[in-house]
C-alpha cells in the first residue's frame, strides 16, 4: 500500500502570479488597441493553489472612469487569454478575474483624514462623502 503524503504548500503559485502580472502588464501596454488599457497599473495578481484562478487587481488614475475600463477588460479578455497562452506559461490556461484594488482608494482616504486631523479641528475638516 502506498503511503500518501500531505501536500505542503511551495511557492509555486506566487512566482507563477508573479511571472503572469509581468506579461499581462507587457501585453496591455504594447499588444492592446484600447487606449484605455494602457492606463491600468496591475497591482497584484493572486493564483489559486491548483493553478486554476488567476485573481488580477489593477489600479487607474483619477481622470479615467472605472466602469468603462471594466466593460474595456472584459471585452479584451479574450485577446488578453489568447496572448498569454503564447507565451507557454500554463499547462492549461487559468480563468481571469479583473478586480479593481480598492487598497489604493481607502489609503487616499485614511490620507485625507490624517492630514485633517494633523490640521486641527478648527482647519474646516473634509465634507466627502
Given at each position: 500500500m502506498r503511503r500518501v503524503r500531505p501536500r505542503t504548500?511551495?511557492?509555486r503559485p506566487t512566482r507563477v502570479?508573479?511571472?503572469l502580472r509581468e506579461r499581462?502588464?507587457?501585453i496591455l501596454l504594447y499588444k492592446c488597441a484600447d487606449?484605455?488599457?494602457?492606463?491600468l497599473t496591475l497591482t497584484d495578481v493572486e493564483m489559486s493553489p491548483d493553478l486554476k484562478q488567476a485573481?488580477?487587481?489593477?489600479?487607474?488614475?483619477e481622470n479615467l472612469d472605472r466602469d468603462q475600463v471594466q466593460m474595456a477588460l472584459d471585452?479584451?479578455?479574450g485577446f488578453i487569454k489568447q496572448e498569454v497562452a503564447k507565451e507557454n506559461l500554463f499547462r492549461?490556461?487559468?480563468e481571469?478575474?479583473?478586480l479593481p484594488d480598492t487598497g489604493l482608494d481607502r489609503a487616499a482616504k485614511l490620507e485625507k483624514l490624517f492630514q485633517a486631523a494633523k490640521a486641527g479641528p478648527g482647519s474646516g475638516g473634509t465634507s466627502d462623502s
Open positions: 504548500p511551495t511557492g502570479a508573479e511571472l499581462l502588464a507587457l487606449p484605455r488599457l494602457k492606463e485573481r488580477i487587481f489593477y489600479a487607474v488614475r471585452k479584451a479578455l492549461l490556461m487559468p481571469f478575474f479583473f
